[in-house]
C-alpha cells in the first residue's frame, strides 16, 4: 500500500529536499518517487509489488513528530506505543513488544538492531529530523533481499546528501514534554566534495503515573556527527559518522535480593554509542551500477547490567539488466557482532561473552512478461553462526491494466533467528516471602531454541483517480510455523482538493490467531492478540494560508490491546508555523489534545507508564 502524502520530485536513494510547494504538488509527483529499500535498487514506489509507505521530508516537518518512533505512527499497519519516556514497541502487522524482533530498522542501510534481543534502542536514535530524505517502509517479509528478522518489515531512515544541506540551520525549541532541544547543522562544499557538520542535544522530559504524577523517568542525548559526499562521473563516495552520548531512567525492573519480595525500578541509565560509515557506488553507462558499502558501529549501554557491542559490517551489491527482459541485482556480505554484558543478580546472559557472524549472499531478477505484467523472483542465502543456514525466497508479480491501476501480489518465507535473550538468558521477576526459604520465580533461556518461520501471502490494488485522488489497498495472511496465523488489510488515501490543501486517511484491520495445543489449559495463549489492536485508523489535513503560514491537525485512533490491559484512545495533535522573516520561522505543535495522559503498552522488563498531553514552541533559522 503506498501512503505518499509529502510533497516530492523526482528522487533517488540519497536524493535531493522534497519540494513543499503544496499548489504544485499533483499525485504524480507523489508517484514518482524512487525507493531502495524494497528491492535494494531505486524503483518508482507505484511499481514495487510490496506494500510500502514513505514517509517525505515535508510529512516529517508537518507532522509536528520529534522522534522516530513517533513519525512511524504515520503509516498504517505500523504498530507504535510508548512505554515510558526513553522506551517504545514498534512493529509492523503485529507480535510487538519493547524489542520487536521480526522488524529489520536501518539508517542509510546500516542495520540498528540488537543481537542480545533483537530489537532497537530508540532513545539512542536521536536522528536529526531535519537531515532526513525520506523515510521508506515496507510492510511484510523482507528477507529475500535483507535477511534474517526482516520478517514483518523493513524501515528504512534514508538522509540527505552533504550536497542537499549546504548554509546553516539552528533550531530551538522547549516544551513540556518532548520538544526540548537545541540543533546545529552546518554544510558547505569544496570542488565535486560537499559536507555537513552538526550537533544536537535533545531532552526528553517525564510521562506520568496513573494519578498523573511525574514518573521520573527523563532522559536528555547529545549527538554529533559529520557526513561528506563526493562525486564525479560515475561514482559516488559517502562518508558518515557519528557519536551520541546519554542519560536517564529507563525505569527498568529489578529484585533487590533473593530475599525481596517487591521489585524496584533502576537508578540511572547511560550509553555511549558511535558508528562509521563508508559507500561507494560506481554506475557505468549501461545503467548497471556496483555498491560497497561498509559500516562500524560500537555501544556501551548501562542499564539493568552492563552491555558493550561491537559490529563491523561489509555489504556489496551489483544490479545490471541481461537482455531485454531481465533486471537482475545480486550481492552478497558479512557481519561480525561481539557482545559482553555484565551478569547480575537481576539478569544474566551465558555466557557473558558472545562472538558471532553472519554471511550471505542473495540474488532477485525480475523478468519482464510483456510489457504490462513483471515476474520478480529472488532468494537469500544466509549462515548464522547461532542459528545455522536458512533460506528466505520470494515470488511477486506486478500487473499494470492501465497506466493508472496497479495489481501485485507476492509470496514469501521469512526467517527470525533466535537472540541471545532467547537461548541464554535468566531473568528473576518476583520472589516470594515463605519459610524455609523464600520462593524465587524466573524466567529462563532455551538453548534449544529454534529458528522461527513465517509463510506470507500478500496482494494489493492502487489506482489514482486524476490528478488530486489516489487510493491503496493491502491485504495479507501469515503463518507463524511456532506461534499463529495472521491476516489483516491496510487502506490508504491521499486527496487534495484544493491546490493549497491535502487530506490523507488510511485503516488498518488486523487479525491474530493463536497457535495452541489441544491438551493447553493456557487461557492467555489463547486469547493473545499479538499485542496489537484489532482496528487503527489515522486522519490528517495540511493547509498552507498562503506564502507564510501552515495549519496541520491529525486524529489517530488505536483499538484496544485486550492481552495487555491497555484501552483503546483517541490521539489528536496539531501544528501551526508561521514565516517571520525569509530566514527565521515560528513553529507551535501540541499533542494528544483529548486526555491528560493515557496508556499505550504494558512491558514486562520495565515499568509502564502513560503519555501525557504535550506542546512545544521551536524557533528555526536557516541561511
Known amino acids: 500500500m503506498l501512503a505518499l502524502s509529502g510533497i516530492a520530485t523526482e528522487a533517488t536513494a540519497?536524493?535531493?529536499?522534497?519540494s513543499t510547494d503544496l499548489g504544485r504538488a499533483t499525485l504524480e509527483d507523489l508517484l514518482k518517487i524512487q525507493i531502495t529499500s524494497a528491492s535494494r535498487k531505486e524503483q518508482r514506489a507505484d511499481d514495487t509489488p510490496s506494500a510500502v509507505s514513505v514517509i517525505t521530508q515535508d510529512e516529517i516537518r508537518r507532522s509536528g513528530m520529534r522522534t522516530l518512533p513517533e513519525l512511524f505512527r504515520l503509516v498504517p499497519g505500523v504498530q507504535v506505543a510508548q512505554i515510558n519516556s526513553s522506551t517504545w514497541a514498534v512493529s509492523i502487522r503485529g507480535l510487538n513488544d519493547q524489542f520487536s524482533n521480526k522488524l529489520l530498522v536501518l539508517i542509510d542501510g546500516r542495520s540498528v538492531y540488537k543481537r542480545n534481543s533483537s530489537g532497537v534502542f530508540w532513545d539512542l536514535e536521536d536522528v536529526v529530523l531535519d537531515d532526513i530524505d525520506r523515510i521508506e517502509v515496507v510492510r511484510g517479509p523482507g528477507g529475500a533481499v535483507w535477511g534474517a528478522n526482516a520478517v514483518n518489515g523493513v524501515i528504512n531512515v534514508v538522509t540527505k546528501s552533504a550536497k542537499d544541506t549546504p548554509g546553516a540551520l539552528v533550531r530551538v525549541g522547549g516544551g513540556t514534554f518532548d520538544g526540548t532541544g537545541v540543533t546545529a547543522r552546518y554544510g558547505g562544499s569544496f570542488g565535486n566534495a560537499a559536507y555537513r557538520v552538526y550537533s544536537q542535544w535533545t531532552g526528553r522530559?517525564?510521562?506520568?503515573?496513573?494519578?498523573?504524577?511525574?514518573?521520573?523517568?527523563?532522559?536528555?542525548?547529545?549527538?554529533n556527527g559529520l557526513r561528506a559526499d563526493w562525486s564525479r562521473g560515475g561514482d559516488d563516495v559517502t562518508v558518515d559518522g557519528s557519536v551520541r552520548t546519554g542519560d536517564g531512567r529507563g525505569l527498568w525492573k529489578t529484585l533487590e535480593g533473593p530475599t525481596s519480595a517487591v521489585r524496584r525500578t533502576d537508578g540511572t541509565s547511560s550509553f555511549r554509542n558511535g558508528s562509521v560509515l563508508g559507500r561507494w557506488i560506481h554506475r557505468r553507462e549501461n545503467g548497471s551500477a556496483l555498491q560497497v558499502q561498509s559500516f562500524a558501529m560500537f555501544s556501551h549501554r548501562l542499564d539493568k547490567l552492563t552491555?558493550?557491542?561491537?559490529?563491523?559490517?561489509?555489504?556489496?551489491?551489483?544490479?545490471?539488466?541481461?537482455?531485454?527482459?531481465?533486471?537482475?541485482v545480486t550481492g552478497g556480505g558479512?557481519?561480525?557482532?561481539?557482545?559482553?554484558?555484565?551478569?547480575t543478580f537481576s539478569f544474566s546472559l551465558t555466557p557473558a561473552t558472545s562472538e558471532t557472524a553472519v554471511t550471505h549472499v542473495f540474488t532477485q531478477d525480475e523478468i519482464a512478461l510483456g510489457t504490462r505484467v513483471r515476474l520478480t523472483l529472488g532468494a537469500k542465502l544466509e549462515h548464522d553462526a547461532i542459528a545455522g543456514w536458512g533460506l528466505q525466497p520470494t515470488a511477486r508479480m506486478m500487473w499494470d491494466?492501465?497506466?493508472?491501476?496497479?495489481?501485485?501480489?507476492?509470496?514469501?518465507?521469512?526467517?527470525?533467528?533466535?537472540?541471545?535473550?532467547?537461548?541464554?538468558?535468566?531473568?528473576?521477576?518476583?520472589a516470594i516471602a515463605a519459610r524455609p526459604l523464600p520462593i524465587l520465580i524466573g524466567v529462563l533461556g532455551n538453548p534449544d531454541y529454534q529458528t522461527e518461520e513465517l509463510l506470507d501471502a500478500e496482494a494489493g490494488y492502487r489506482i489514482d483517480l486524476g490528478s488530486r485522488v489516489s487510493v491503496d489497498v493491502a491485504t495479507f495472511r501469515g503463518h507463524y510455523t511456532v506461534q499463529a496465523d495472521t491476516a489483516g488489510v491496510e487502506i490508504a488515501t491521499h486527496v487534495a482538493p484544493a491546490p493549497n490543501w491535502r487530506v490523507d486517511a488510511s485503516y488498518s484491520g488486523f487479525r491474530f490467531t493463536p497457535h495452541r495445543d489441544a491438551t493447553s489449559r493456557d487461557q492467555a495463549a489463547a486469547t493473545f492478540d499479538g499485542n496489537a489492536p484489532a482496528h487503527q485508523w489515522q486522519l490528517r489535513s495540511s493547509v498552507s494560508l498562503g506564502p507564510r503560514t501552515e495549519v496541520d491537525a491529525g486524529l489517530f485512533r488505536t483499538g484496544a490491546q485486550r492481552s495487555l490491559g491497555v484501552p483503546a484512545y483517541t490521539r489528536a495533535d496539531a501544528r501551526v508555523e508561521v514565516k517571520l522573516t525569509g530566514h527565521l520561522s515560528a513553529v507551535a505543535a501540541a499533542r494528544n489534545l483529548f486526555d491528560p495522559a493515557h496508556a499505550e503498552f504494558v512491558a514486562l522488563a520495565v515499568a509502564s507508564t502513560q503519555v501525557p498531553r504535550s506542546a512545544d514552541i521551536q524557533l528555526v533559522w536557516r541561511f
Open 334 to 343: 558479512y557481519r561480525e557482532v561481539d557482545n559482553t554484558t555484565s551478569q
Open 14 to 18: 540519497q536524493a535531493g529536499p522534497l
Open 307 to 328: 552491555e558493550d557491542e561491537n559490529i563491523y559490517d561489509v555489504d556489496l551489491q551489483y544490479h545490471t539488466k541481461i537482455g531485454a527482459r531481465h533486471d537482475v
Open 205 to 223: 522530559r517525564d510521562t506520568t503515573l496513573a494519578n498523573l504524577a511525574p514518573a521520573d523517568d527523563a532522559w536528555n542525548v547529545l549527538t
Open 401 to 430: 491494466p492501465s497506466p493508472r491501476h496497479h495489481v501485485w501480489a507476492a509470496a514469501s518465507r521469512a526467517l527470525r533467528t533466535p537472540s541471545r535473550l532467547d537461548l541464554s538468558a535468566r531473568a528473576n521477576v518476583a
